[in-house]
């Protein structure tokens, strides 16, 4: 089975968002194969699970002041902080098409496989810690995911770390070590970077990407062919980007949950 496969490098990160949103409208319908994207964000983002609350995560006005975008994804999940020196990614299947399982767990499994095979491939070690479904390398964390079904489409997200500014993250967010193994305290303890891994900063990205193209496709039993996305998906993404920017689609739990307070007083 061939796949497409999609490197839009760096992106805004609104975009990025309605762009795999986009994809998987297109995918569930049958009007796109299925599809592994790859993106950098242009600029740093949080990226809010679509049930959080954005007065219950991130610092609001350290991001206004800073050019730190809040984005609300379609997916569920914890919150993260991405920049530059993460490779993001989205693998979307059409759920009926047997590649990836229906039930949750089962997808991530097979997905993030694709990760720890990246870290085989890279010379490291990588394995699914099923609790958080996280990748780690050294006991520590590595990739975080979140996964979502719409429209006859399956999405399973997540990040690669080249490196990480860790002390903006803990600018950026309230708990910075919610989603992270019990017993650490701090960040640093409880992240790798391949940056880290390899002892230096001095990697190849694109080496680091095709690298990762490989292995989601040995985890997923494929191959993939790079491709370009239809004027349609194009088209969908820039009106989606739209209701991404908007603070009435950001913050519409936390609107919900104001109105819901002023009415019990």
Aim: hydrophobic fraction near 40%; proline fraction near 2%; glycine fraction near 10%.
């Amino acid at each position: 089975m061939t796949w497409r496969f999609i490197d839009t490098d760096k992106i805004d990160g609104y975009y990025s968002a309605a762009l795999f949103e986009s994809i998987a409208k297109h995918v569930g319908s049958g009007k796109v194969d299925n599809t592994i994207l790859f993106w950098r964000v242009r600029t740093p983002c949080v990226y809010l699970g679509y049930h959080q609350f954005v007065e219950d995560e991130i610092h609001e006005e350290y991001c206004a002041a800073n050019g730190i975008l809040i984005i609300r994804r379609v997916l569920g999940g914890g919150c993260g902080f991405c920049d530059d020196d993460q490779i993001l990614f989205s693998v979307i299947a059409r759920e009926d098409d047997g590649t990836i399982p229906l039930d949750i767990q089962g997808a991530y499994s097979r997905v993030l496989a694709g990760l720890t095979n990246t870290l085989n491939l890279l010379g490291f070690d990588g394995e699914l810690e099923p609790a958080r479904n996280a990748v780690y390398s050294m006991g520590r964390k590595m990739s975080g995911n979140a996964q979502g079904r719409f429209d006859g489409a399956v999405l399973v997200n997540g990040s690669f770390l080249l490196d990480f500014g860790f002390d903006e993250m803990d600018r950026v967010l309230k708990n910075p070590i919610k989603n992270l193994a019990e017993g650490v305290w701090n960040a640093r303890d409880g992240m790798i970077t391949l940056s880290e891994l390899l002892g230096s900063a001095d990697y190849d990205i694109n080496h680091v990407k095709s690298t990762m193209k490989k292995g989601f496709e040995d985890a997923l039993g494929v191959k993939s062919q790079c491709g370009v996305l239809t004027d349609s998906e194009i088209g969908l993404a820039e009106q989606l980007s739209d209701r991404h920017r908007s603070r009435d689609w950001i913050y519409r739990l936390d609107d919900k949950r104001r109105k819901r307070r002023a009415r019990k007083m």
